[in-house]
T-cell receptor, first 114, second 111 residues
Framework: DTAVSQTPKYLVTQMGNDKSIKCEQN?????MYWYKQDSKKFLKIMFS???????INETVPNRFSPKSPDKAHLNLHINSLELGDSAVYFC?????????????FGPGTRLLVL | GEDVEQSLFLSVREGDSSVINCTYT??????LYWYKQEPGAGLQLLTY?????DMKQDQRLTVLLNKKDKHLSLRIADTQTGDSAIYFC???????????FGKGTLLTVNP
């Protein structure tokens, strides 16, 4: 009954590899996000999808490609991984309406590029 | 661009009140948030306030918003050791409601 789930929780890989992170929300929300938290704990928006449509793309390298097969899923594929990609990647889902405007975060995927 | 600033560290004694301050620059922000992150964990939404409010209380948490000065604060009453964590202030600006986060305040509660 987890609201926002991500897989895998940990990912250790070599430089140059391609990897994917998956996110699913069972809240029925229309909008989902990817955020990146670096080693200094700074959090920054990367992408957002609303109902399978890309609405935010924040100057992220082309090696990062989000995909939303349906509004409950938002995946992140990363090509040619670099050392600087090591971070925690958080997925979030947005609840709006009825006087509420909140984002619920997944547990994060800890990516380490060696 | 939008900017959210907060002090990086706060240390209090157990039982005291903690006040974490935040300033933001985006005047179009309609909602402002406080998130808590414990070591190795994800982000937990603590509370949020709509921009036309100036105060919101939720049990031990009190949020104060001064929209004129673009200043937001989070007060935790009777701070406990379990409150030790990083607290992030965030604002939502624009039609896509992307969150802009501060750098986080590490709250340390000493017994």
């Amino acid at each position: 009954d987890t609201a926002v789930s991500q897989t895998p929780k940990y990912l250790v890989t070599q430089m140059g590899n391609d990897k994917s992170i998956k996110c699913e929300q069972n809240l029925g929300h229309d909008t989902m996000y990817w955020y990146k938290q670096d080693s200094k704990k700074f959090l920054k928006i990367m992408f957002s999808y609303n109902n399978k449509e890309l609405i935010i793309n924040e100057t992220v390298p082309n090696r990062f490609s989000p995909k939303s097969p349906d509004k409950a899923h938002l995946n992140l594929h990363i090509n040619s991984l670099e050392l600087g990609d090591s971070a925690v990647y958080f997925c979030a889902s947005r609840l709006a309406g009825g006087g509420r405007e909140t984002q619920y975060f997944g547990p994060g995927t800890r990516l380490l590029v060696l | 661009g939008e900017d959210v600033e907060q002090s990086l560290f706060l240390s209090v004694r157990e039982g005291d009140s903690s006040v974490i301050n935040c300033t933001y620059t985006d005047s179009s922000s309609t909602y402002l948030y406080w998130y808590k992150q414990e070591p190795g964990a994800g982000l937990q939404l603590l509370t949020y306030i709509f921009s036309n409010m100036d105060m919101k209380q939720d049990q031990r948490l009190t949020v104060l918003l001064n929209k004129k000065d673009k200043h937001l604060s989070l007060r935790i009453a009777d701070t406990q050791t379990g409150d030790s964590a990083i607290y992030f202030c965030a604002d939502s600006g624009g039609s896509n409601y992307k969150l802009t986060f501060g750098k986080g305040t590490l709250l340390t509660v000493n017994p």
